[in-house]
């Protein structure tokens, strides 16, 4: 594969010299697939528009030879984005970032991340993660991801808004053991979630296969059918009920992007104050302005979405010793919490 500052022929778009931004080869089993279609699940934050624009300038290779967007991507193809430019420097500087350090010997770290702080670098992104404070306070860590979005150390993420625990690999031999862990579902992770509405049973689990939404490419969503996506299941617990909303645990046995926000959306119980599956806006309660003003001053008080990482258990994978973890929420997810007490309290006298 060429290195980013590698030069391809140019011949083909016209242009002098053109720089490789993606390569990708299609398996020996690919079924014939339109290239947009290919593209789209492969290129982050890409859209089929974007692609087709791409393609219509010559920016599109299969096997070298340009094509256009309805190109059919068949088997062992080689697929490659081009642009006039070079790639974005993709070196992680060191950034003294604080981190909240729960435990640390020679081969992993676990860390209680904050709340609004991005796992990695990636699209709008680039400085400013847990990635470029961990290569602040560790100088070396191993990386098992790709070329073109380096993440080392990680071998799982919790979105930007989501608090909690976190493990980090400091060597190579603790990322492929805690990799296999994280695949064989050989861990134990635990969420504490507030969702909308009065959750009816106790507990239960949501089977659904999870993959990109089909309208809107930044959301994951559920296909119960199992026809698109990936297999994912996650059992759920009520903790306290506040009759609008439900603050509840969940269980992953599987760790799709979005799961939780994702399965629960689809339970119909999105999580509070969740911007991106429809949780900021307020879906149960009165029309009373009083209590639109008490779910405005939540929304102010924790501006994301009411998900928190509370409990992780794994093996350390050279001293073969079982580690657990937990984490209490943060300050903004407690408040909100007691603001709901209160206030059911408030309603029962």
């Given at each position: 594969m060429?290195?980013?500052?590698?030069?391809l022929?140019g011949?083909?778009?016209g242009?002098?010299?053109?720089?490789?931004?993606?390569?990708?080869?299609?398996?020996?089993g690919?079924?014939p697939?339109?290239?947009?279609?290919?593209?789209m699940?492969r290129?982050a934050?890409?859209?089929?528009?974007?692609?087709?624009?791409?393609?219509k300038?010559?920016?599109?290779?299969?096997n070298?030879?340009?094509v256009?967007?309805?190109?059919?991507v068949?088997?062992?193809?080689?697929i490659?984005?081009?642009?006039?430019h070079p790639p974005?420097?993709?070196t992680?500087?060191?950034?003294?970032?604080?981190?909240?350090?729960?435990?640390e010997?020679?081969?992993v770290?676990?860390?209680?991340k904050q709340?609004?702080?991005?796992?990695?670098p990636?699209?709008?992104n680039y400085?400013?993660t847990?990635?470029?404070?961990?290569?602040?306070?560790f100088?070396?860590?191993?990386d098992?991801?790709?070329e073109?979005?380096?993440?080392?150390?990680?071998?799982h993420?919790?979105?930007?808004?989501?608090s909690g625990?976190?493990?980090?690999?400091k060597?190579?031999?603790?990322?492929?053991?805690?990799?296999?862990?994280?695949?064989?579902?050989?861990?134990?992770?635990l969420?504490e979630?507030l969702?909308?509405?009065d959750?009816?049973?106790?507990s239960?689990?949501i089977v659904?296969?999870?993959?990109r939404?089909?309208?809107?490419?930044?959301?994951?969503?559920v296909?119960?059918?199992?026809d698109?996506?990936?297999?994912?299941v996650?059992?759920?617990?009520v903790?306290?009920?506040f009759?609008?909303v439900t603050l509840?645990?969940?269980k992953?046995?599987?760790?799709?992007?979005?799961?939780?926000?994702?399965?629960?959306r689809y339970?119909?119980?999105?999580?509070?104050?969740?911007?991106?599956y429809?949780?900021?806006?307020?879906?149960k309660?009165?029309?009373?302005t009083?209590y639109?003003?008490f779910?405005?001053?939540?929304?102010?008080i924790?501006p994301?979405p009411?998900?928190h990482?509370k409990?992780?258990?794994?093996?350390?994978?050279?001293?073969?010793?079982?580690?657990?973890f937990?984490?209490?929420p943060p300050?903004?997810?407690?408040t909100?919490l007691?603001k709901?007490?209160v206030y059911t309290?408030?309603r029962?006298?």
């Open positions: 060429m290195e980013d500052d590698e030069l022929d011949e083909d778009s242009q002098d010299e053109l720089y490789e931004h993606h390569r990708f080869k299609a398996d020996k690919q079924q697939l339109r290239i947009d279609k290919f593209l699940d290129v934050n890409a859209t089929r528009n974007k692609i087709q624009v791409a393609a300038a010559g920016n599109v290779l299969v070298g030879t340009a256009k967007q309805n190109y059919r068949k088997a062992n193809d080689e490659t984005i081009v642009m006039a974005r420097d993709r992680i500087i060191p950034e003294n970032i604080p981190l909240d350090i729960v435990f010997d020679e081969d770290v676990v860390v209680n709340a609004n702080l991005v796992v990695h990636g699209h709008g400085s400013g847990l990635v470029n404070a961990l290569m602040y306070h100088n070396s860590l191993p098992m991801g790709r073109e979005e380096p993440r080392p150390g990680l071998v993420r919790l979105d930007k808004g989501t625990i976190m493990v980090v690999a060597t190579e031999l603790a990322m492929v053991g805690l990799a296999k862990q994280f695949f064989d579902r050989s861990t134990d992770r969420y979630a969702v909308w509405g959750v009816v049973e106790e239960g689990t659904g296969h999870i993959g939404s089909l309208k809107n490419r930044l959301q994951m969503d296909f119960p059918d199992g698109q996506g990936k297999h994912a996650t059992h759920y617990r903790l306290e009920r009759g609008y509840v645990e969940c992953l046995e599987t760790g799709r992007t979005h799961q939780i926000r994702a399965h629960m339970l119909g119980h999105p999580l509070f104050n969740d911007e991106r429809g949780g900021d806006t307020i879906l309660g009165t029309t009373f009083k639109k003003q779910i405005q001053n939540c929304f102010e924790m994301r009411a998900l990482a409990y992780l258990a794994f093996t350390q994978p050279v001293t073969k010793q079982r580690l657990q937990s984490a209490l300050s903004d997810m407690n909100v007691e709901w007490r309290a408030s029962k006298e």
